[in-house]
């Protein structure tokens, strides 16, 4: 017999002490309900946002600003990373597939190729959308911004 391996007979242990049995279980009367209100009552199901007939938060505080339901989310991808990209994987020709086998997009997204960093190397790159200052910076090395 070891310490992790100690357990209670069996038969030793009862399970919980079941509610609303009568007066002499301890947990009659009330069934440690308390006494009134809508909390004690049966079919009482907590409603979300409820505050116990207070104003809800979500009704006092004003609502504000704008959401564009046509707005055009880019996954943006800098040509720093097109060069680095370029450099080690040997990859002149950049597409939106490139990209996702290497980690840098999912499938879903779509592409905006940015102007941060340096390009050395003369790639091809076809995306969604270009930035003025990558698609100079591509078409300046001698290579190709298409758009997808």
Do not use: W
């Amino acid at each position: 017999m070891q310490l992790n391996n100690l357990k209670p007979a069996s038969g030793a242990t009862k399970s919980q002490k079941r509610i609303g049995r009568g007066q002499g279980s301890g947990r009659g009367g009330t069934s440690t309900r308390g006494h009134k209100g809508a909390k004690s009552r049966s079919g009482y199901s907590r409603k979300v946002g409820f505050e116990g007939g207070q104003q809800p938060i979500q009704r006092r505080l004003p609502k504000f600003g704008f959401k564009n339901p046509n707005r055009v989310e880019y996954k943006a991808v800098n040509i720093g990373l097109l060069q680095a990209l370029s450099t080690t994987k040997g990859i002149s020709d950049i597409t939106p597939d490139v990209l996702v086998e290497n980690g840098l997009a999912s499938k879903t997204e779509l592409i905006k190729i940015l102007g941060s960093g340096e390009l050395s190397d003369k790639i091809n790159v076809t995306a969604h959308a270009f930035s003025a200052s990558a698609k100079e910076a591509i078409e300046g090395k001698g290579g190709t911004a298409t758009i997808a």
